[in-house]
Nanobody, 118 residues
Framework: QEQLVESGGGLVQAGGSLRLSCVAS????????????MSWYRQAPGKQREWVAT??????TDYLASVKGRFSISRDVKNTMYLQMNDLDPEDTGVYYC?????????WGQGTQVTVSS
């Protein structure tokens, strides 16, 4: 049973949009209630995994410079996490992973593929 599950990836043309979601399983829902940060990472083929965005419990967000103004991270009352991606560029292609961190846990999803064609 997967603990974090991403969805919403796919193939889009440059300039298009995608909305990624990350849902925690019921088995860990109580654990992640007291989270410190929820984040998105991505990894392009042959490249290192890089951090993309983070949202804190107080609502503060931060973004990788290259996605600032195009991507938006958010969460809902059920702690489902989202990444709205607009004006996508081929440079955004990669496997996107969600991560939920707390003082006593660190969960990762298995990734969802995002491919942006020119």
């Amino acid at each position: 049973q997967e603990q974090l599950v991403e969805s919403g990836g796919g193939l889009v043309q440059a300039g298009g949009s995608l909305r990624l979601s990350c849902v925690a399983s019921r088995s860990i829902s109580r654990t992640i209630f007291n989270f410190n940060g929820m984040s998105w990472y991505r990894q392009a083929p042959g490249k290192q995994r890089e951090w993309v965005a983070t949202i804190r419990p107080n609502g503060l967000t931060d973004y990788l410079a290259s996605v600032k103004g195009r991507f938006s991270i958010s969460r809902d009352v059920k702690n489902t996490m989202y990444l709205q991606m607009n004006d996508l560029d081929p440079e955004d292609t990669g496997v996107y992973y969600c991560r939920m961190q707390g003082s006593r846990f660190d969960y990762w999803g298995q990734g969802t593929q995002v491919t942006v064609s020119s």
